[in-house]
C-alpha cells in the first residue's frame, strides 16, 4: 500500500498569513494527489485534484504543487474561515489512503 | 445538483452488521464510481471500497475490510449500499459515501455514524 504522511500536523497561524504544508507519499504516485478541507462536525470537500488542478468554487488563495513523491498546499493569506484540518489522498492505487492530515488551528 | 443522501445514524451490537445507503437525488449515478470512506471519532480518514455501477458493478474493497465488508448497488442505479459485518468497537465511526470521479471525490454525503456498543 501506498503510505501518506503529511506535515506538520498542526499550525497555529494568523489570519494574513501564507500557510504552507506538505504530503509525501511511499512511492510515486505522479500527479495523482487530492486535497480536501474538513470543518469540525462537516464532510470534507475537495480543494484541489491531480495536485493543482482547483476544484470548481475554491477560493484562488488555495494552490497545489508537486509530483512523484513530494506535494504542497499553499494558502497565499489565511482567512478566518480556513481554519481547519486538511488532508492529502493519493488517487493512483488502491487503497486511495490518506494522510494523517494537517489541522490549522487559531493562535 | 445532485446530492448525495445517506441514511440515519445506527445503534449496533458487537457482532451484528450495519447496512447505510445512499442514494442520489436527481437521478442515477450514470458514469461515476461510488466509494466509501469512515472516520472514527477525532481520528482521520479511512478509504474502505467502492464500487462502479457503470462498469457492470464493479468493485474493490481495502484489505482490511475484505471478508466483512460488501457493496452493492440498486437497479436503476439509484442508490449504492455498505454492508458492514461482524462489527467490533474499532468500527464506531461517520460512514461516508462519496462520488467519485477519475479518482477525485468530488461529492460527499452528509456522513452516516454507525455506534458499536453492548
Known amino acids: 500500500d501506498i503510505q501518506m504522511t503529511q506535515s506538520p500536523s498542526s499550525l497555529s497561524p494568523s489570519v494574513g498569513d501564507r500557510v504552507i504544508m506538505t504530503c509525501r507519499a511511499s512511492?510515486?504516485?505522479?500527479?495523482?494527489l487530492n486535497w480536501y478541507q474538513q470543518k469540525p462536525g462537516k464532510a470534507p470537500t475537495l480543494l484541489i485534484s491531480a495536485a493543482s488542478t482547483l476544484h470548481s468554487g475554491v477560493p484562488v488563495r488555495f494552490s497545489g504543487s508537486g509530483s512523484g513523491t513530494h506535494f504542497t498546499l499553499i494558502i497565499s493569506s489565511l482567512h478566518p474561515d480556513d481554519f481547519a484540518t486538511y488532508y492529502c489522498?493519493?488517487?493512483?492505487?488502491?487503497?486511495?489512503?490518506f494522510g494523517q492530515g494537517t489541522k490549522l488551528e487559531i493562535k | 445538483q445532485v446530492q448525495l443522501e445517506q441514511s440515519g445514524a445506527e445503534l449496533k451490537k458487537p457482532g451484528s452488521s450495519v447496512k447505510v445507503s445512499c442514494k442520489a437525488s436527481g437521478g442515477p449515478f450514470e458514469t461515476y464510481a461510488i466509494n466509501w470512506v469512515r472516520q472514527a471519532p477525532r481520528q482521520g480518514l479511512e478509504w474502505m471500497g467502492g464500487i462502479s455501477p457503470h462498469i457492470l458493478g464493479s468493485t474493490t474493497y481495502a484489505e482490511n475490510f475484505k471478508g466483512r465488508l460488501t457493496i452493492t448497488a440498486e437497479e436503476p442505479t439509484t442508490t449504492v449500499y455498505l454492508e458492514l459485518s461482524g462489527l467490533v468497537s474499532d468500527d464506531t465511526a461517520i460512514y461516508y459515501c462519496v462520488k467519485n470521479i477519475t479518482g477525485s471525490y468530488v461529492l460527499w454525503g452528509q456522513g452516516t455514524m454507525v455506534t458499536v456498543s453492548s
Open positions: 489522498q493519493q488517487s493512483d492505487t488502491v487503497p486511495y489512503n
Open positions: 512511492q510515486t504516485i505522479y500527479t495523482h
